[in-house]
């Protein structure tokens, strides 16, 4: 084989490997990585080089499983994708990659998850195969609780708060605060949820797929949502005042104007797809602030 030929062969199994890897919502998956590094910096009174090499593999570890997380359910929820308007541009078939394909590279990410996990202990292990399980429990076909509503949040309270306790775990002991701490994410988490729920209403109508919103209304939904986000804010103050988190928390008080204000905005402009997409960047933000200030504070601690 010629050097040109060898050399166009390569290029092509990488332009097939990026096309692979791009399945992978990577936006989404570094979002979420927050919630778990936050239990970590919560855990750690300092950083040895152990701890190093620890976070090094637990940080590989929870990527490939948030990849995971994300790569199965777009894996399984393909066909309805394809026939959601707002969704079938940015799936991984009009991306030109088969299901096949992105089948193997779920079933990677799980091997090396799971390697991950197991090099970092029992609980940790034991925490990341239970996210698994809810994650099979939301997305696998025979299953799919993201049609069953109430419960689809169900699972994203208990997954949110189990994330953070992942991160937790794998650096100090799991006690009764930091499952109250974890609370808090898992709020978040079951709030986002709801309003990605009403952003999808019409695919998901379209689909016959029976979330929140489909069956109780955008409205409610979105409603609900935003009484867990409410929930969640006076959870987080209230760990700030009883010292359970960073004192310098109670000022995330003056944010939750800020949060009410958007998704009044989100409300008058009738819930679409657009002001939900500004609404989702909006909250975000607004907890990025307070995960900046929760660890910012923690390192703080460390250096004083």
């Known amino acids: ?117 197991a090099l970092l202990g029992a609980a940790s292990f034991a925490l990341a195969l239970a996210i698994l399980g809810l994650s099979a429990l939301y997305s696998a076909p025979m299953i799919h609780m993201k049609g069953r509503p109430v419960l689809s949040s169900g699972l994203h309270l208990v997954g949110g708060t189990l994330h953070f306790l992942l991160g937790y775990a794998t650096f100090s002991t799991i006690d009764a605060g930091s499952i109250v701490t974890g609370c808090f994410f898992g709020l978040i988490f079951a709030a986002g949820h709801l309003m990605h729920e009403t952003r999808g209403y019409e695919g998901d109508r379209l689909n016959g797929i029976r979330t929140n919103a489909v069956a109780f209304g955008r409205m409610s939904s979105f409603v609900v949502g935003m009484i867990l986000f409410t929930v969640a804010y006076g959870l987080l103050i209230a760990l700030a005042v009883s010292g359970q988190l960073p004192r310098l928390l109670v000022f995330a008080v003056v944010l939750y104007p800020v949060h009410l204000y958007a998704s009044w905005r989100a409300v008058r402009a009738g819930l679409s797809v657009d002001s939900l997409l500004t609404y989702q960047k909006c909250y975000r933000v607004l907890y990025a602030l307070i995960g900046a200030m929760l660890v910012g504070s923690v390192l703080f601690d460390w250096v004083s």
């Not at 090499?53 to 894996?75: K, P, Q, Y």
């Open 1 to 117: 084989m010629s050097n040109i030929a060898t050399t166009n062969l390569r290029f092509q199994s990488v332009r097939q490997l990026l096309r692979l890897l791009s399945a992978i919502r990577l936006d989404e998956v570094l979002v979420l990585q927050g919630t778990p590094l936050i239990g970590a910096i919560l855990a750690l009174d300092s950083l040895t080089v152990a701890d190093c090499i620890r976070a090094v593999v637990f940080g590989l570890g929870s990527l490939c499983l948030v990849g995971h997380v994300f790569v199965i359910n777009d894996w399984a929820g393909i066909d309805g994708d394809l026939r959601d308007p707002h969704r079938a541009t940015r799936t991984f078939a009009a991306q030109g990659v088969s299901r096949s394909a992105v089948g193997l590279l779920a079933a990677a990410l799980l091997g090396v998850t799971l390697l991950l996990f």
